[in-house]
Each structure stands twice: as structure tokens, then as C-alpha cells.
């Protein structure tokens, strides 16, 4: 899966957590932020620091690969 702007990669971060039948306030609370940041991670919104991002990624499940395109 091809997530190459914010809000894709905030969409597949909800389909995930909601696959896992977890609330925002779960993921929160594991990665350390309040529940509106989640919210805005996965509304796309272009502000949330990578760290968290990656953090919640790691929370539902997904990992984060890296390739070159071709060109």
C-alpha cells in the first residue's frame, strides 16, 4: 500500500485501528499524545510531528518502508 501524502497515510492509519476495533483514546494513550491529535493524523492534517505519526503507525500494527522510486 502507497501512502504518499498526509492524508492517505491518516486514512490507512483509521482503516487499521478500526480493523483492530481500537478507539482513538487507545491509541493515545499508548503513543503518548491526547486523543486529538490522533484525530488529526488520521484526518490527514500536515502538522502532526513524524515521530508521532510513525508511533502510532507502530501502535496499529503497520510498518513504514522506505523505496526508491522509479524514475
Known amino acids: 500500500m502507497n501512502q504518499a501524502d498526509p492524508p492517505s497515510f491518516g486514512a490507512a492509519i483509521r482503516a487499521q485501528r478500526r480493523a483492530l476495533r481500537l478507539s482513538q483514546d487507545a491509541v493515545a494513550e499508548v503513543i503518548g499524545v491526547n486523543r ?26 503497520l510498518d513504514i518502508k522506505l523505496e526508491a522510486r522509479d524514475r
Open 36 to 61: 486529538r491529535v490522533v484525530g488529526e493524523l488520521e484526518r490527514g492534517k500536515g502538522s502532526v510531528r513524524l515521530e508521532i505519526a510513525l508511533a502510532a503507525a507502530r501502535a496499529v500494527g
